[in-house]
């Protein structure tokens, strides 16, 4: 059982060329578990932790319902954005600057195999994040992520997730609103409901900017907690 995690801070990266490394680390453990279990070969399973910022990208769930992008092809271009349908679970979802993605690609048999579970830590992760910044941030029941003034009408998102797993090894993960430019997602009906609004830390702060390494410091300090695991460069 192998509890460390690779952490690796891509900064700046297209979100299909990081999409395809994640595919690539997601196979290579999948081929070691396979290996294991046709040859006995007791290999240890590596995990990793992205740290990524996508430039402008839309992108749909496996699930998602493409009516929910509310651009054509030509508006997309005039905004700068990309979109790709992917094959993790939820609907539409915007990833860009000032926003924190964390993609682990984790092989759950080595900490537990509950798909729900690893979810409920996910949002975790953030909820106790935003707590170090005097938010009380909650789940929404139905809808996966973090919220703010749930069971309101000022109910707000501020952390979207979608995971695709396989033989209890996971990829994509959560996008945090940091620093985001919120317009963005006036251009799609976020995680398909409507009628809810989207937010960012530095909006719910009242401030310009917050420091982005600071809240990765915090991610990781929970991840490492809640997980009981070890994160080495």
């Not at 997602?185 to 401030?207: M, Y």
Request: net charge negative; glycine share 10%.
């Amino acid at each position: 059982m192998n509890k460390s995690i690779t952490l690796q801070d891509l900064g700046s990266k297209d979100f299909k060329d990081t999409w395809d490394y994640q595919e690539q680390l997601f196979k290579g453990i999948l081929d070691t578990k396979i290996k294991n279990r046709r040859e006995a070969a007791g290999l240890q399973t590596n995990n990793y932790f992205l740290f990524v910022e996508h430039p402008h990208v839309y992108t749909l769930g496996k699930s998602g319902d493409v009516s929910n992008l509310l651009l054509n092809e030509d508006q997309l271009k005039e905004k700068g954005a990309s979109f790709y349908k992917i094959n993790r679970g939820g609907d539409i979802t915007y990833h860009g600057s000032g926003q924190i993605v964390g993609y682990p690609i984790l092989d759950l048999d080595n900490f537990f195999t509950d798909i729900h579970k690893y979810l409920r830590f996910l949002e975790e992760v953030i909820i106790l994040t935003l707590q170090e910044y005097g938010l009380q941030a909650t789940r929404s029941d139905g809808e996966t992520g973090v919220w703010l003034d749930v069971g309101t009408p000022f109910a707000r998102k501020i952390c979207a997730m979608g995971v695709r797993a396989s033989r209890w090894v996971t990829m994509h993960g959560f996008a945090l609103n940091v620093n985001a430019d919120l317009g963005y997602f006036d251009n799609i009906i976020p995680c398909g409901i409507r009628g809810k609004a989207v937010t960012s830390l530095n909006v719910e702060l009242g401030v310009k900017t917050v420091d982005e390494a600071d809240v990765k410091a915090k991610i990781l300090k929970h991840f490492t907690k809640l997980f009981e695991a070890e994160f080495v460069e």
